[in-house]
């Protein structure tokens, strides 16, 4: 296998970071550069990325450190409280589900036990009650989503 | 440096937080804000390299800074510590690369300050839109090494403490990246004048 490193390449970058290279060589390193590729190979790059480094820098606008650990904080706060709020959502998920699952089953059983014919009956000679049914509904949704939604 | 100020209301919200120790983060404000000023610019400058735009590099410091000080390392001493910041930082880049590759952004030719002549210039601008066509053709890897051994200038162990490599693939890593490099700017010939 070729060498991928050479002694010299540490001269060398010396040589490019203090600006001496190419012109102000010494003329061992400058003939030792001329006949090595690796040497040449890391004056040319070394040179092409400390521009690319100084053009960088004159283009830095960083926030300052308190902004940069203030937005740090407070995203750590929110996944904090974000982390320690999972179970109670799981226990609230699971209520839910209960109930509706305990919900359908009454219902199940009711539908069973009841007498459908005569209750259709019964709403379509007292309409009212269906409409009193239907308010009341209306009347307890908004309620009953704002308590839901309230501590959100 | 340029630096950002806070505003009067972001200042006003962030008094009362100052004097809480807040257990989430790894560091405490003072020695964040020391770090912080000796690391910020440097991995500024190589996400906006690296991403090419500006906004992202903005935005990709904060996450950067974020995740560093959310993380649960400990640290052997600052050299260790810099090396898991620019790590922390090559992640994001190559993450964000993965899920949308964007073309660089040549960077804005004559930049108050910058010291170059104009006809040094027109060199570097050359030099500069040959080298971002080359970087196309390079892995994230080789472009992170580069960046790294030749512009801030890390050892080779600080490179294989950042990739995550060995020293001897670090050593073959810059190696063939170099070389491809070389080959794709037109070859060694084109010997770069330094700055005196």
């Known amino acids: 296998m070729s060498r991928v490193e050479c002694k ?47 053009l960088a820098m004159d283009q830095v606008r960083v926030p300052s450190a308190g902004l ?44 069973k036990q009841l007498d459908m014919a005569a209750i259709s009956a019964f709403v379509v000679a007292q309409p009212i009650v269906l409409w009193l049914v239907l308010a009341v509904i209306l009347a307890l949704t908004p309620v009953a989503l704002y308590f839901v939604y309230s501590d959100e | 440096m340029i630096m950002r100020d806070i505003t009067l209301s972001e200042l006003v919200v962030l008094r009362p937080r100052t004097e809480d120790s807040d257990d989430t983060l790894q560091m405490d404000q003072e020695s964040f804000g020391a770090f912080y000023e000796r690391t910020a610019r440097p991995v500024w400058a190589y996400l906006w390299r690296r ?25 052997e001493n600052e050299t260790h510590r810099r090396n898991y910041l620019f790590r922390i930082a090559a992640n994001l880049v190559n993450d964000n ?12 030719e004559g ?35 580069l960046w790294l051994a030749y512009a801030e200038g890390s050892s080779h162990q600080e490179i294989a403490d950042t990739l995550g490599l060995k020293v001897g693939s670090v050593k073959l890593l810059l190696f063939r990246a170099r070389r491809k490099l070389v080959k794709l700017m037109g070859g060694p010939m084109v010997v770069v004048k330094g700055k005196s």
């Open chain 2, 51 to 75: 991403t090419g735009d500006r906004h992202l590099a903005d935005d990709l410091l904060q996450e950067a800074y974020y995740r560093f000080l959310r993380a649960r390392v400990s640290h």
């Open chain 2, 97 to 108: 690369h993965r899920r949308q590759p964007a073309p660089l952004e040549l960077p804005d």
């Open chain 1, 68 to 111: 940069v650990w203030w937005k740090s904080e407070l995203r750590a706060r929110r996944e904090a409280v974000r982390v320690a709020s999972r179970p109670i959502k799981l226990v609230t998920g699971i209520a839910g589900t209960c109930s509706i699952a305990v919900l359908a089953l009454a219902i199940l059983t009711l539908s």
């Open chain 1, 8 to 54: 010299y390449e540490s001269e060398i970058l010396d040589a490019v970071a203090s600006g001496r290279w190419p012109d102000r060589l010494d003329a061992e390193l400058r003939k030792h550069a001329s006949s090595c590729s690796i040497c040449s190979e890391v004056a040319m790059v070394s040179a092409i990325y400390r521009d690319e480094c100084a």
């Open chain 2, 111 to 145: 930049t108050p300050g910058h010291p170059v002549t104009e006809v040094s210039m027109g060199l570097q601008s050359q030099r500069r839109t040959d080298l971002n066509r080359a970087l196309l053709h390079m892995s994230p890897r080789q472009k992170d090494a």
